[in-house]
């Protein structure tokens, strides 16, 4: 059921939040909702869910549109040019921006969306997101954006079984969101890391959005 599987996320957060001495409400849970039915987001947001992450355009436009305006939405996957145009419409949140092209064609769409920078930082090949340096390049450009709002970061850590192999990458996303609000006087607070397989190290290490799929509907066919 999904508001169990809820309860028992929500009590891990609550948990990896005070350990960190944080306080749980310091911390969004984004249910990633990507090859789920609306059905089961309608039982989500039920049991209290508001900010749901989708990966993929045009199963977000077949789903959102049937679902109540009151929801949050997050697009957390790859984007391509050719899409951008439903970002506004579909979503709030853009954890996926990897690249200077994305940047100014989403600001070209005029509407207030928030951003974060997907960081690669484990250097795997396979995974999005940019280098450090590009990260500097794009915020190097930021003071000019007037409707789209840089509000943080993103991070994938590689995939676990020990989550604390990870905790480094979370701690130099953290670092690196210092750094560069120090170099770019900017004030960006978001922290987007973790997922089911590592999001309490991530809350220890200073995450304000986990992103989290599995353990909350299960094993995605
Ligand atoms: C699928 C996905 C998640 C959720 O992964 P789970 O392991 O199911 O929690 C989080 N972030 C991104 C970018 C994803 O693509």
Redesign the pocket.
Known sequence: MISDNLESVRDRISRASLKAGRRADEVKLVA?S?KVDADSVRSAAAAGVRNF?E?YIQEARAKIEMLPDTLCWHM??HLQMNKIKYVPRLFHYV??VDRQELVDGLEKLGKPLRLLFEVNLSGEPQKHGTTVDGLKRMLENVGSLTSVKPVGL?T?APYTDKPEDVRSVFADLRKLLGQVNRQFSLEMTELSMG???DFEVAIEEGATMV?????LFGE?S
Not at 211 to 215: D, E, L, M, P, V
């Open positions: 990633v990507k992450g990966n957390i996957g954890h996926s993103m994938m997922m089911s397989s992103r989290i799929g599995t353990a995605r």
